[in-house]
């Protein structure tokens, strides 16, 4: 498994993504030293404890990088609605960093193989990219993954996640993902940009479960409290 320093080396950035100050040489990970030190990082430990019962059976642990703050929602806003593709290089050792220490600290066996939460064609049009799926190859590259493409497909086009409070969520996930391939006795790592209730990560742990996953991890960059749902 590669290092934090070695996950950011060789990358290099004009300007700090938060603060939009030219960056010094020696900053070379995208943010400036004032930034990257103000990022609101979690502990490394496991919030599965967090969600409802319902996610138990079908989730073993959900690793978050970042607590959802105003620092971090900029950048995931940046991210994903501003059409700003590039910032995945970014972000992704932030959740590499992340999960190598949640690892470490539980002594847990690593996933087999990692995996991007899906989005319909609809929205992907309009987007242009799928952010999680960025997340989840370029962290899949830094802790030396294999990365698996198609395994997840949404079945339909709900509301925006964010605009539904907790039990709408929950309704809205039943039955919405399929997994495409046999999963018997594999450990996944779902990768999402943002935790909230849990609800999506769960359909789609459910969804390979069914197919024979043997467990299913969560990475997430950013992790939302519960009374936060309203600002996801």
């Avoid at 030219?22 to 979690?42: K, M, T, V």
């Avoid at 997340?135 to 509301?159: F, I, S």
């Amino acid at each position: 498994m590669v290092t934090m320093e070695g996950a950011f080396a060789k990358l290099s950035g004009g300007c700090c993504w938060c603060c939009l100050m030219p960056l010094f040489a020696s900053e070379q990970h995208g943010f400036c030293r004032a930034c990257f030190r103000d990022l609101p990082r979690l502990p490394p430990s496991c919030l599965h404890w967090r969600g409802a019962s319902r996610a138990l059976p079908h989730t073993r642990y959900w690793f978050a990088a970042l607590a959802w703050r105003s620092m971090s929602r900029q950048l995931v806003y940046s991210y994903k609605f501003q059409r700003r593709p590039e910032l995945a290089r970014w972000l992704a050792p932030l959740l590499s960093a992340q999960v190598m220490a949640c690892y470490q600290k539980y002594q847990a066996r690593w996933p087999d193989v990692v995996v991007a939460m899906p989005m319909t064609r609809r929205r992907w049009r309009k987007r242009g990219f799928n952010q999680a799926g960025l997340l989840a190859e370029q962290v899949a590259k830094q802790v030396q993954l294999p990365y698996a493409v198609g395994l997840l497909r949404r079945l339909r086009d709900e509301e925006q996640q964010h605009q539904l409070n907790r039990q709408q969520r929950w309704q809205r996930m039943q039955q919405a993902f399929h997994c495409t391939r046999d999963m018997k006795g594999l450990r996944v790592a779902l990768v999402d940009d943002v935790l909230t209730s849990g609800a999506s990560v769960t359909a789609a742990a459910a969804a390979m479960r069914r197919r024979g996953a043997r467990a299913v991890d969560v990475w997430t960059l950013c992790y939302t409290e519960p009374h936060q749902l309203g600002e996801a």
